[in-house]
C-alpha cells in the first residue's frame, strides 16, 4: 500500500497543479484589442497644365568647317616670317606667312633668259627664210643654165666638135646645181615647221614663267577673310617643300555644328524639314545660350541614325573647330501635353494622379524632355487619361502601386 501512495502522490500532485494553472488562465483580466490601421505616405503633387508645347531632344555634336584652308608652300623655299600663332584671330588681308622670295628669283630670272633666246631663235628663223626665198630665185637660174650647158654639151657631141668629158662636166654641174636647188625648196618648205616648234618651246617658256610668277606672288599668303589660325606647323628659316602644309585657317562665320539625330527620331525631323518648318537649337558656350537652326541632314544615315548640320545663328567668336557641344534641339509641338518632373515618371511609361486620397495609375507617351525655364529639365508627356488640373504625384516612391493611399502635403 504505501508503495502505491509512492507512486500516485506525482500524479495527484501534477493534476492539481495543471488545474490551479487553467483556473487562473480562466479568471485573468482581459486587455485592450488592437487595432491595425492602413498606412498613408505623405507625398507633394503639382496640378498638370494641358498645352501645346515643343519636347527637346539632347544631342552631342562637333564644330566643324566645310571651308579649312589649309595654307602650303608654292615652291620649295625658306620660310621668311610666320607673323601669327595657333589660335590667333585675324582680319582679311593681314599676313599669314612669307616664304624666301630669293629662292624664286633666280628661276624666273633663268625661264625669262631662255624665252629672250627663243624669241631671238625666231627672228632669225624669219631671216632665214627671206635669203633662202631670194636665193631660191638665183638657184633656179643656175639650173636653167646648166641645163643649157648640158644641151649645148650634147650637140657638139654629135657634131664631133666637143669631146665626151665635156659632157660630163656639164651632167655634173647641172646635178649639183639641181640638188642645191632641191635643198633650199626643203628649206623654205620647213620654215613653218620650225617656226612652229620655236613657237611652242616659247609658250611652254612662257608658261612656266607664269607658274614662277605664281609662286612669287603666293610666296607672300594674305589671310583672305576674317577668321582663326588653327594651326602653325612652320616657323622662321624652316626649309619647306612644294606643297606643304605650312598652317590652318578657318572662317568663323562658316562654322557649323554636326550632330547625330538617333534613328527614332530621323523620320520626324526630315519630314519637319521638308514641310518647311524652322527646328532651331541651343548649345551653351562659356556659359551663354548660343542660338542654332538645323540647316539641313547628311545625305547618307546609319543604323544609329543620321548627322544633321546646324547653323549658327549668332556671334560664333566662342567657338574653336573641333569643340564639342551638347546640342537641345526643338522638335516639332504637340498640343495636349504635360510637363512633369523626372521622378514623377515610373518605368518610362505611367505616371500617379491623386484621387480620393489614392494614387491611380494613368498610362502616357514621353515625348521627350523640356527646358523648365530654371535652368533645369522635365519630362514632357501625353496621354487621354489626364485632364487639366488634375493633381500628379512627383515624389518619388519605391513602393508605388495602383491604389496606394497617399496624403498631399505642400
Do not use: C
Not at 615647221?193 to 607664269?210: F, N
Not at 488634375?390 to 505642400?410: F, H, K, M, S, Y
Request: charged share 30%; proline share 5%; no cysteine.
Amino acid at each position: 500500500m504505501l508503495r502505491l501512495l509512492k507512486l500516485l502522490l506525482p500524479l495527484v500532485l501534477l493534476a492539481g497543479g495543471f488545474a490551479a494553472f487553467k483556473a487562473l488562465q480562466a479568471t485573468r483580466p482581459e486587455g485592450p484589442v488592437a487595432e491595425v490601421g492602413e498606412r498613408v505616405w505623405r507625398v507633394e503633387v503639382a496640378p498638370i497644365e494641358l498645352r501645346a508645347r515643343a519636347p527637346e531632344l539632347v544631342l552631342y555634336g562637333r564644330v566643324q568647317t566645310a571651308e579649312l584652308l589649309r595654307v602650303a608652300a608654292s615652291a620649295q623655299a625658306r620660310v621668311a616670317e610666320v607673323p601669327v600663332r595657333d589660335g590667333e584671330r585675324v582680319s582679311a588681308g593681314a599676313l599669314l606667312v612669307q616664304l624666301d622670295e630669293r629662292d624664286l628669283r633666280p628661276r624666273r630670272e633663268q625661264v625669262e633668259a631662255e624665252i629672250a633666246g627663243l624669241h631671238a631663235q625666231i627672228a632669225s628663223e624669219d631671216n632665214r627664210v627671206e635669203t633662202d626665198r631670194r636665193a631660191l630665185v638665183e638657184e633656179q637660174k643656175l639650173v636653167a643654165l646648166a641645163r643649157d650647158a648640158v644641151a649645148r654639151a650634147q650637140r657638139l657631141k654629135t657634131q664631133r666638135v666637143a669631146a665626151e668629158a665635156d659632157l660630163d662636166a656639164a651632167e655634173e654641174t647641172l646635178a649639183r646645181q639641181s640638188l642645191a636647188l632641191a635643198n633650199r625648196e626643203m628649206a623654205i618648205a620647213d620654215h613653218g615647221a620650225r617656226r612652229q616648234a620655236l613657237e611652242a618651246r616659247l609658250q611652254s617658256a612662257e608658261a612656266r614663267l607664269a607658274e614662277v610668277g605664281l609662286e612669287l606672288e603666293r610666296a607672300r599668303v594674305l589671310a583672305p577673310f576674317d577668321g582663326i589660325v588653327a594651326g602653325v606647323e612652320v616657323t622662321a628659316g624652316d626649309q619647306v617643300k612644294r606643297d606643304e602644309v605650312l598652317l590652318r585657317f578657318y572662317a568663323l562665320d562658316r562654322l557649323e555644328i554636326r550632330a547625330r539625330i538617333p534613328a527614332p527620331y530621323q523620320d520626324e525631323v526630315a519630314a519637319a524639314l521638308a514641310a518647311g518648318q524652322s527646328l532651331g537649337a541651343l548649345v551653351e558656350v562659356a556659359g551663354r545660350p548660343l542660338p542654332l537652326r538645323l540647316a539641313r541632314i547628311a545625305g547618307q544615315g546609319e543604323a544609329s541614325g543620321v548627322d544633321g548640320f546646324f547653323a549658327v545663328e549668332a556671334d560664333p567668336s566662342a567657338l574653336r573647330l573641333g569643340q564639342m557641344l551638347k546640342v537641345r534641339l526643338t522638335r516639332p509641338e504637340r498640343p495636349d501635353t504635360v510637363a512633369v518632373p523626372f521622378a514623377a515618371v515610373y518605368g518610362g511609361e505611367r505616371v500617379y494622379r491623386l484621387e480620393d486620397g489614392r494614387m491611380r495609375g494613368v498610362a502616357v507617351e514621353v515625348l521627350g524632355g523640356v527646358s523648365n525655364g530654371a535652368g533645369g529639365e522635365e519630362l514632357l508627356v501625353r496621354s487621354p487619361g489626364l485632364a487639366a488640373g488634375d493633381l500628379i504625384v512627383v515624389t518619388p516612391l519605391p513602393n508605388a502601386v495602383d491604389g496606394l493611399r497617399v496624403e498631399a502635403v505642400q
